[in-house]
């Protein structure tokens, strides 16, 4: 197995989401999370996996089903919000490994979550501890002026988009083929955790 030090999860999260402002009365929420392990020391990336979330202050929209592919039905099968937490830190060593997302928003809404529904935020404390904006590293080691897109970064990289965009678990494990990319420029941050380009002013993915 590889040492728990090399390993670092790369998360996306799909949230539900409408075709302008939220209904009275609901919230955007969690619905899927998407989570490649990246061992960085071998440079590839080791598992991939998926965790349903089911809302409750608001549904999925047929906007959301258009953009993510995920259904109201789908989403009821899954796992409360404070059991997808315990999982990822049971399961995955989230209060102890490094993460990256592309982007701020992830990392945000975990908190706006974690605080609203009076879960322990998985990642320990403070948020930023162990995050990295991989898309303001990537936009910092290709000396881009505006932070791109996944699927631009990806074009940019000369990578695939494997699996649909949108869908948490195919970003997430295109996510980590960018970070994978920045590693072998030797631009990724050497600790997996936090680098300068974090502290840039976030943009949603």
């Given at each position: 197995?590889?040492h728990?030090y090399?390993l670092l999860n790369?998360?996306?999260v799909e949230?539900?989401?409408?075709d302008g402002?939220?209904?009275?009365?609901?919230v955007?929420?969690i619905?899927e999370?998407?989570?490649?392990?990246?061992d960085?020391?071998?440079?590839?990336?080791?598992s991939?996996?998926?965790?349903?979330?089911r809302?409750?202050?608001?549904?999925?929209?047929?906007?959301?089903t258009?953009?993510?592919?995920?259904?109201?039905?789908?989403v009821?099968?899954?796992v409360?919000?404070?059991?997808a937490?315990r999982?990822?830190v049971?399961e995955?060593?989230?209060?102890?490994?490094?993460?990256?997302?592309w982007?701020e928003y992830d990392r945000?809404?975990?908190?706006r979550?974690?605080?609203?529904?009076?879960v322990?935020?998985?990642?320990g404390?403070?948020?930023?501890?162990?995050h990295?904006?991989?898309?303001?590293?990537?936009a910092?080691a290709?000396?881009l002026r505006r932070?791109p897109?996944?699927a631009?970064?990806?074009?940019?990289a000369g990578?695939?988009l494997?699996?649909r965009h949108?869908?948490?678990?195919?970003?997430?494990?295109?996510?980590a083929?960018?970070?994978?990319?920045?590693?072998s420029r030797g631009d990724?941050p050497?600790?997996?955790?936090p680098?300068?380009?974090?502290q840039q002013?976030?943009?949603?993915?």
């Amino acid at each position: 197995m590889p040492h728990h030090y090399a390993l670092l999860n790369v998360i996306d999260v799909e949230a539900t989401c409408w075709d302008g402002l939220p209904p009275p009365g609901t919230v955007h929420e969690i619905i899927e999370i998407g989570l490649t392990v990246v061992d960085l020391s071998a440079a590839r990336r080791v598992s991939r996996h998926r965790l349903l979330v089911r809302p409750v202050r608001s549904t999925v929209s047929a906007f959301c089903t258009e953009l993510t592919g995920l259904t109201q039905a789908e989403v009821d099968l899954g796992v409360s919000f404070a059991e997808a937490c315990r999982i990822l830190v049971d399961e995955h060593g989230a209060g102890e490994r490094p993460w990256a997302s592309w982007g701020e928003y992830d990392r945000r809404q975990f908190a706006r979550q974690s605080q609203a529904d009076g879960v322990g935020y998985p990642f320990g404390y403070p948020a930023e501890r162990s995050h990295t904006n991989a898309k303001a590293v990537f936009a910092e080691a290709y000396g881009l002026r505006r932070k791109p897109g996944m699927a631009q970064a990806l074009q940019l990289a000369g990578l695939p988009l494997e699996g649909r965009h949108h869908r948490g678990e195919d970003d997430a494990w295109n996510i980590a083929a960018l970070v994978l990319d920045l590693r072998s420029r030797g631009d990724w941050p050497p600790s997996g955790g936090p680098s300068a380009a974090n502290q840039q002013t976030p943009q949603q993915n």
